[in-house]
């Protein structure tokens, strides 16, 4: 499985930026995507999953619900973050994860993820 993120980018505060992650070698409904972030000095911060099969089952970062939404396509077997009224701490490298076996309770935590993306670049200006 290799993951291929993008689609970040520099955006004033307010906003809006949407990522892509693709996944190939593998069917991306069969696997939990997620998506985290790390800013320079701070650890990886969980953002948001989306879980196997079902669309509908998706979690997120207290820090970022109500302005992000996680979407998957099965037809282009790509996971989505849609981030709107973006501030300048979303300021990060965001990296998309898969998992083919991490149950819901877990989904939150880095190291349950086996497969990682490169990580994409956001930035967010005052």
């Known amino acids: 499985v290799q993951l291929q993120a993008s689609g970040g980018g520099l955006v004033q505060t307010g906003g809006s930026l949407r990522l892509s992650c693709v996944l190939s070698g593998g069917t991306i409904g069969a696997y939990v995507m997620a998506w985290f972030r790390q800013a320079p000095g701070k650890e990886r911060e969980f953002v948001s999953a989306i879980h196997r099969w079902s669309s509908s089952s998706t979690n997120y970062a207290d820090a970022v619900k109500g302005r992000f939404a996680i979407s998957r396509s099965n037809a282009k077997n790509t996971v989505y973050l849609q981030m709107n009224s973006l501030k300048p701490e979303d300021t990060a490298v965001y990296y998309c994860?898969?998992?083919?076996?991490?149950?819901?309770?877990?989904?939150?935590?880095?190291?349950?993820?086996?497969?990682w993306g490169q990580g994409t670049q956001v930035t967010v200006s005052s």
């Open positions: 994860a898969a998992s083919s076996t991490v149950i819901l309770s877990d989904s939150r935590k880095a190291p349950r993820y086996p497969y």
